[in-house]
Protein backbone atom coordinates (compact mmCIF):
# COMPACT_ATOMS: atom_id res chain seq x y z
CA UNK A 1 0.00 0.00 0.00
CA UNK A 2 1.17 3.33 -0.68
CA UNK A 3 1.06 5.51 2.15
CA UNK A 4 1.95 8.72 0.80
CA UNK A 5 5.79 8.82 2.46
CA UNK A 6 7.37 11.85 0.46
CA UNK A 7 10.97 12.35 -0.45
CA UNK A 8 12.26 14.39 2.61
CA UNK A 9 15.50 14.65 0.88
CA UNK A 10 16.58 18.41 1.52
CA UNK A 11 18.58 20.08 -1.06
CA UNK A 12 21.31 21.91 -0.25
CA UNK A 13 21.25 25.00 -2.62
CA UNK A 14 23.26 28.01 -2.41
CA UNK A 15 20.50 30.44 -3.24
CA UNK A 16 20.56 32.94 -0.17
CA UNK A 17 17.63 35.09 0.49
CA UNK A 18 18.26 38.68 -1.43
CA UNK A 19 17.63 41.45 0.98
CA UNK A 20 14.44 43.33 -0.82
CA UNK A 21 11.11 43.91 0.92
CA UNK A 22 7.98 43.99 -0.49
CA UNK A 23 6.43 47.01 -2.04
CA UNK A 24 2.84 47.06 -2.62
CA UNK A 25 1.46 49.99 -1.22
CA UNK A 26 1.91 52.48 1.60
CA UNK A 27 3.92 51.58 4.44
CA UNK A 28 4.59 48.30 4.04
CA UNK A 29 8.07 48.51 2.03
CA UNK A 30 9.49 49.88 5.72
CA UNK A 31 7.92 46.53 7.25
CA UNK A 32 10.72 44.23 8.51
CA UNK A 33 8.19 41.14 8.41
CA UNK A 34 9.80 40.37 5.35
CA UNK A 35 12.96 39.17 6.91
CA UNK A 36 13.42 38.03 10.34
CA UNK A 37 12.40 40.74 12.30
CA UNK A 38 14.85 42.97 13.82
CA UNK A 39 15.22 41.78 17.66
CA UNK A 40 13.81 44.95 19.26
CA UNK A 41 10.72 44.70 16.53
CA UNK A 42 9.79 41.12 17.97
CA UNK A 43 7.05 41.16 20.24
CA UNK A 44 5.97 44.08 19.84
CA UNK A 45 2.96 43.91 21.59
CA UNK A 46 -0.64 44.77 19.96
CA UNK A 47 0.62 43.99 16.81
CA UNK A 48 -2.99 42.23 15.77
CA UNK A 49 -5.56 42.50 17.99
CA UNK A 50 -9.03 41.62 17.15
CA UNK A 51 -11.70 43.81 19.48
CA UNK A 52 -15.19 42.23 20.28
CA UNK A 53 -15.20 40.65 16.93
CA UNK A 54 -18.86 38.84 15.72
CA UNK A 55 -19.92 37.31 13.42
CA UNK A 56 -23.95 37.15 12.28
CA UNK A 57 -25.09 35.08 9.22
CA UNK A 58 -28.21 34.32 7.60
CA UNK A 59 -29.59 30.96 9.33
CA UNK A 60 -29.89 28.28 6.39
CA UNK A 61 -33.63 29.08 6.15
CA UNK A 62 -32.48 32.29 5.13
CA UNK A 63 -35.66 34.06 7.44
CA UNK A 64 -33.32 35.36 10.69
CA UNK A 65 -30.15 35.30 11.50
CA UNK A 66 -27.77 33.72 14.40
CA UNK A 67 -24.15 35.19 15.43
CA UNK A 68 -22.38 32.42 15.60
CA UNK A 69 -18.99 34.17 16.34
CA UNK A 70 -19.73 36.65 19.50
CA UNK A 71 -17.27 38.74 20.97
CA UNK A 72 -13.78 37.44 20.21
CA UNK A 73 -10.94 39.57 21.74
CA UNK A 74 -7.59 38.76 21.42
CA UNK A 75 -4.18 40.69 21.10
CA UNK A 76 -1.15 39.20 19.45
CA UNK A 77 2.15 40.16 19.97
CA UNK A 78 4.64 40.68 16.62
CA UNK A 79 6.30 37.48 15.76
CA UNK A 80 4.06 35.28 17.50
CA UNK A 81 2.43 31.67 16.68
CA UNK A 82 -1.20 31.26 17.54
CA UNK A 83 -2.90 27.70 17.67
CA UNK A 84 -6.95 28.36 17.42
CA UNK A 85 -8.44 24.94 18.29
CA UNK A 86 -12.22 24.23 18.61
CA UNK A 87 -15.15 21.50 17.51
CA UNK A 88 -16.48 21.79 14.15
CA UNK A 89 -18.58 24.62 13.29
CA UNK A 90 -17.62 26.66 15.86
CA UNK A 91 -16.44 29.56 13.61
CA UNK A 92 -12.93 28.84 13.63
CA UNK A 93 -12.71 29.68 9.56
CA UNK A 94 -14.93 32.50 10.10
CA UNK A 95 -12.55 34.39 12.70
CA UNK A 96 -9.45 33.75 9.89
CA UNK A 97 -11.31 34.22 6.67
CA UNK A 98 -12.07 38.05 8.70
CA UNK A 99 -8.54 38.49 9.61
CA UNK A 100 -7.96 37.78 5.90
CA UNK A 101 -10.53 40.33 4.77
CA UNK A 102 -12.19 37.70 2.85
CA UNK A 103 -15.74 37.64 4.91
CA UNK A 104 -16.94 40.99 5.92
CA UNK A 105 -16.85 42.16 10.18
CA UNK A 106 -20.29 42.55 11.70
CA UNK A 107 -19.27 44.10 14.45
CA UNK A 108 -16.02 45.45 16.47
CA UNK A 109 -12.60 45.15 14.54
CA UNK A 110 -9.42 44.00 13.68
CA UNK A 111 -6.69 46.03 13.63
CA UNK A 112 -3.27 44.81 12.11
CA UNK A 113 -0.28 46.73 12.85
CA UNK A 114 -2.36 49.97 13.49
CA UNK A 115 -4.32 49.56 10.34
CA UNK A 116 -8.10 48.66 10.38
CA UNK A 117 -8.35 45.31 8.27
CA UNK A 118 -11.08 45.98 5.55
CA UNK A 119 -10.45 43.93 2.63
CA UNK A 120 -8.11 41.71 1.66
CA UNK A 121 -4.66 42.29 0.78
CA UNK A 122 -1.56 40.61 -0.29
CA UNK A 123 0.09 41.51 3.08
CA UNK A 124 -1.88 38.95 4.68
CA UNK A 125 -1.05 35.30 3.65
CA UNK A 126 -3.45 32.82 3.38
CA UNK A 127 -3.11 28.93 2.86
CA UNK A 128 -5.97 26.50 2.97
CA UNK A 129 -6.29 23.05 2.75
CA UNK A 130 -5.81 22.81 -0.98
CA UNK A 131 -3.33 25.38 -2.42
CA UNK A 132 -5.08 26.97 -5.81
CA UNK A 133 -2.41 26.53 -8.01
CA UNK A 134 -2.00 26.60 -11.84
CA UNK A 135 -1.70 22.75 -12.84
CA UNK A 136 -0.35 23.95 -16.01
CA UNK A 137 2.39 25.64 -14.72
CA UNK A 138 5.56 25.11 -12.68
CA UNK A 139 6.23 24.88 -8.61
CA UNK A 140 8.71 27.83 -9.44
CA UNK A 141 6.44 29.68 -12.22
CA UNK A 142 3.51 29.68 -9.54
CA UNK A 143 5.37 31.14 -6.38
CA UNK A 144 7.28 33.36 -9.32
CA UNK A 145 3.47 34.87 -10.24
CA UNK A 146 3.13 36.21 -6.30
CA UNK A 147 6.67 37.35 -6.25
CA UNK A 148 6.40 39.00 -9.90
CA UNK A 149 3.45 41.49 -8.00
CA UNK A 150 4.89 41.58 -4.84
CA UNK A 151 8.76 42.47 -5.86
CA UNK A 152 8.16 44.63 -9.01
CA UNK A 153 11.41 46.35 -8.11
CA UNK A 154 13.72 43.93 -7.58
CA UNK A 155 15.66 42.19 -10.42
CA UNK A 156 14.83 39.25 -12.11
CA UNK A 157 17.49 37.40 -10.83
CA UNK A 158 16.98 38.77 -7.04
CA UNK A 159 12.92 37.24 -7.50
CA UNK A 160 14.48 34.02 -9.04
CA UNK A 161 16.66 33.97 -5.62
CA UNK A 162 13.73 34.10 -3.50
CA UNK A 163 11.25 31.94 -5.07
CA UNK A 164 14.02 29.32 -5.57
CA UNK A 165 15.04 30.44 -1.53
CA UNK A 166 11.69 29.33 -0.21
CA UNK A 167 10.57 25.94 -2.69
CA UNK A 168 14.67 24.64 -1.66
CA UNK A 169 13.57 25.72 2.17
CA UNK A 170 10.15 23.42 1.41
CA UNK A 171 12.34 20.14 0.15
CA UNK A 172 10.98 20.88 -3.00
CA UNK A 173 14.62 21.74 -4.52
CA UNK A 174 14.64 19.47 -7.37
CA UNK A 175 11.34 19.59 -8.62
CA UNK A 176 11.16 23.41 -9.43
CA UNK A 177 9.93 22.44 -12.56
CA UNK A 178 7.07 20.19 -11.93
CA UNK A 179 3.96 21.01 -13.44
CA UNK A 180 1.36 21.68 -10.47
CA UNK A 181 -0.77 19.30 -12.04
CA UNK A 182 1.71 16.45 -12.00
CA UNK A 183 2.31 16.70 -7.72
CA UNK A 184 0.79 15.18 -5.37
CA UNK A 185 -1.53 16.74 -2.47
CA UNK A 186 1.50 16.70 -0.04
CA UNK A 187 3.76 18.82 -2.42
CA UNK A 188 1.60 20.91 -3.66
CA UNK A 189 0.66 21.84 -0.32
CA UNK A 190 4.62 22.72 0.15
CA UNK A 191 4.05 25.11 -3.26
CA UNK A 192 1.22 26.60 -1.08
CA UNK A 193 3.59 27.31 1.79
CA UNK A 194 6.64 28.51 -0.01
CA UNK A 195 4.40 30.50 -1.76
CA UNK A 196 2.85 32.23 1.53
CA UNK A 197 6.42 32.68 2.71
CA UNK A 198 8.03 34.04 -0.68
CA UNK A 199 5.25 36.61 -0.45
CA UNK A 200 6.87 38.32 2.65
CA UNK A 201 3.35 38.93 4.47
CA UNK A 202 2.92 40.61 7.88
CA UNK A 203 0.14 37.92 8.66
CA UNK A 204 0.12 34.44 7.88
CA UNK A 205 -3.05 32.52 8.40
CA UNK A 206 -3.78 28.78 7.66
CA UNK A 207 -7.19 26.76 8.24
CA UNK A 208 -6.78 23.60 8.76
CA UNK A 209 -3.46 23.22 6.00
CA UNK A 210 -2.54 19.67 6.43
CA UNK A 211 -6.45 18.55 6.73
CA UNK A 212 -6.27 16.76 3.36
CA UNK A 213 -3.06 14.80 4.14
CA UNK A 214 -2.58 10.95 5.46
CA UNK A 215 -0.73 11.37 8.85
CA UNK A 216 3.05 10.78 7.72
CA UNK A 217 2.77 13.59 5.63
CA UNK A 218 1.24 15.69 7.84
CA UNK A 219 3.67 14.84 10.54
CA UNK A 220 6.51 15.81 7.93
CA UNK A 221 4.66 19.17 6.50
CA UNK A 222 4.15 20.50 10.29
CA UNK A 223 8.15 19.89 10.26
CA UNK A 224 8.68 21.78 7.13
CA UNK A 225 6.45 24.86 8.25
CA UNK A 226 8.15 24.80 11.85
CA UNK A 227 11.69 25.25 10.16
CA UNK A 228 10.43 27.59 7.51
CA UNK A 229 8.40 29.59 10.18
CA UNK A 230 11.90 29.68 12.32
CA UNK A 231 13.83 31.76 9.84
CA UNK A 232 11.64 34.56 9.72
CA UNK A 233 9.24 34.48 12.78
CA UNK A 234 6.37 35.68 10.96
CA UNK A 235 3.23 36.17 13.03
CA UNK A 236 0.97 33.17 11.92
CA UNK A 237 -2.35 32.06 13.20
CA UNK A 238 -3.60 28.25 12.29
CA UNK A 239 -6.57 27.04 12.48
CA UNK A 240 -6.65 23.24 13.42
CA UNK A 241 -8.90 20.42 15.13
CA UNK A 242 -5.71 18.56 15.89
CA UNK A 243 -4.44 18.99 19.06
CA UNK A 244 -1.10 17.55 18.88
CA UNK A 245 -0.76 20.03 16.02
CA UNK A 246 -1.64 23.20 17.78
CA UNK A 247 0.54 22.41 20.91
CA UNK A 248 3.33 21.39 18.70
CA UNK A 249 3.31 24.94 16.49
CA UNK A 250 2.01 27.79 18.96
CA UNK A 251 3.11 30.10 21.34
CA UNK A 252 -0.27 30.51 22.62
CA UNK A 253 -3.31 27.85 21.98
CA UNK A 254 -6.46 29.99 21.96
CA UNK A 255 -9.31 27.57 22.54
CA UNK A 256 -13.05 28.42 21.00
CA UNK A 257 -16.43 27.62 22.36
CA UNK A 258 -18.83 26.01 20.53
CA UNK A 259 -21.30 28.18 18.55
CA UNK A 260 -23.17 30.43 18.24
CA UNK A 261 -21.98 32.66 20.28
CA UNK A 262 -18.67 31.04 20.19
CA UNK A 263 -16.01 33.01 21.87
CA UNK A 264 -12.60 32.54 23.32
CA UNK A 265 -13.25 29.80 26.32
CA UNK A 266 -9.55 29.06 27.70
CA UNK A 267 -5.96 30.18 26.43
CA UNK A 268 -3.38 27.90 26.76
CA UNK A 269 0.71 29.39 26.72
CA UNK A 270 2.83 26.61 25.39
CA UNK A 271 5.88 27.39 27.26
CA UNK A 272 8.15 24.44 25.27
CA UNK A 273 11.47 25.02 23.77
CA UNK A 274 11.90 25.86 20.46
CA UNK A 275 13.15 25.18 17.46
CA UNK A 276 10.52 22.11 18.10
CA UNK A 277 10.37 18.42 17.04
CA UNK A 278 7.25 16.28 17.36
CA UNK A 279 9.84 13.90 18.32
CA UNK A 280 11.41 15.99 21.25
CA UNK A 281 7.77 17.65 22.01
CA UNK A 282 6.66 13.55 22.66
CA UNK A 283 9.70 13.66 25.34
CA UNK A 284 9.25 16.98 26.66
CA UNK A 285 7.55 15.87 30.40
CA UNK A 286 5.05 19.29 29.83
CA UNK A 287 3.73 17.90 26.71
CA UNK A 288 0.65 15.83 28.08
CA UNK A 289 0.05 19.00 30.68
CA UNK A 290 -0.69 20.76 27.71
CA UNK A 291 -2.54 17.96 26.18
CA UNK A 292 -4.55 17.46 28.82
CA UNK A 293 -5.48 20.73 29.42
CA UNK A 294 -6.93 20.96 25.69
CA UNK A 295 -8.87 17.78 26.06
CA UNK A 296 -10.41 18.69 28.76
CA UNK A 297 -11.44 21.93 27.58
CA UNK A 298 -12.86 19.92 24.28
CA UNK A 299 -14.58 17.43 26.42
CA UNK A 300 -16.02 20.15 28.62
CA UNK A 301 -17.31 22.09 25.51
CA UNK A 302 -19.28 18.86 24.26
CA UNK A 303 -20.95 18.76 27.95
CA UNK A 304 -22.23 22.04 27.53
CA UNK A 305 -23.89 21.66 24.43
N1 LIG B 1 -21.33 31.90 4.45
C1 LIG B 1 -22.06 31.40 5.46
N2 LIG B 1 -23.38 31.64 5.57
C2 LIG B 1 -24.10 31.17 6.59
N3 LIG B 1 -23.60 30.42 7.58
C3 LIG B 1 -22.29 30.14 7.54
C4 LIG B 1 -21.45 30.60 6.48
N4 LIG B 1 -20.18 30.17 6.70
C5 LIG B 1 -20.23 29.46 7.84
N5 LIG B 1 -21.48 29.43 8.35
C6 LIG B 1 -21.90 28.79 9.60
O1 LIG B 1 -21.16 29.40 10.65
C7 LIG B 1 -20.74 28.43 11.59
C8 LIG B 1 -19.22 28.47 11.74
O2 LIG B 1 -18.62 28.01 10.55
P1 LIG B 1 -17.05 27.89 10.35
O3 LIG B 1 -16.43 29.20 10.65
O4 LIG B 1 -16.81 27.31 9.01
O5 LIG B 1 -16.67 26.85 11.51
P2 LIG B 1 -15.31 25.99 11.74
O6 LIG B 1 -14.27 26.48 10.81
O7 LIG B 1 -14.98 26.18 13.18
O8 LIG B 1 -15.69 24.56 11.46
C9 LIG B 1 -21.27 27.09 11.12
O9 LIG B 1 -22.46 26.84 11.78
C10 LIG B 1 -21.52 27.32 9.65
O10 LIG B 1 -22.56 26.52 9.19
MG1 LIG C 1 -13.23 25.50 9.29
Not at 1 to 11: H, L
Not at 44 to 53: A, G, H, I, K, T
Not at 162 to 190: C, F, H, P, W
Request: aromatic content about 6%; some cysteine; overall charge neutral.
Amino acid sequence: MNIGIESTKQVTSTVTLPAVRPNTSNDWKLDSSALKPAQNDLGRPRYLEFSQVSKIYPTPDGNSTVKVVDGFDLKIKKGEFISIIGHSGCGKSTVLSMTAGLNSISEGGIILDNREINGAGPDRGVVFQAPSLFPWLTAFENVMLGVDKVYPHASRSEREDIVEYYLTRVGLGDSLRKKAGDMSNGMRQRVGIARAFALSPKLLLLDEPFGMLDSLTRWELQEVLMEVWERTHVTAIVVTHDVDEAILLADRVVMMTNGPHAKIGKIETIDLPRPRSRKALLAHPDYYKYRESLLTFLAECDHTH
